[in-house]
């Protein structure tokens, strides 16, 4: 499985930064610091992979990184801001 940018939504990295916003109508999110991080590495590669990914860029608990993950990107997938994809 992997995620994937939903295709009505319009993407724009800037710096450390990511805006999206659901096309038209918005609203629009912006992601910064952490958060940015958990959507770039999500959308770049496979979810098994996605935690040690992200582990060589934040400090602390395995366990509270996966927890505080996987809310996040329920949340954008609740949001259509994401898709899960299955890679079949």
Known sequence: MRYALAPDVG?????DAVYLAPL???PILALNG????IFRE??????AGLL???V???DGPIDEITLHTRAFLDDLVA???LLE????
């Open 11 to 15: 993407f724009e990295p800037y710096d």
């Open 24 to 26: 038209p109508d918005g």
């Open 34 to 37: 952490v958060a940015a991080l």
């Open 42 to 47: 999500a959308t770049r590669g496979d979810a």
């Open 52 to 54: 040690d990914r992200l």
């Open 56 to 58: 060589a860029h934040i």
């Open 79 to 81: 949001r259509g801001v």
């Open 85 to 88: 994809v299955s890679d079949s």
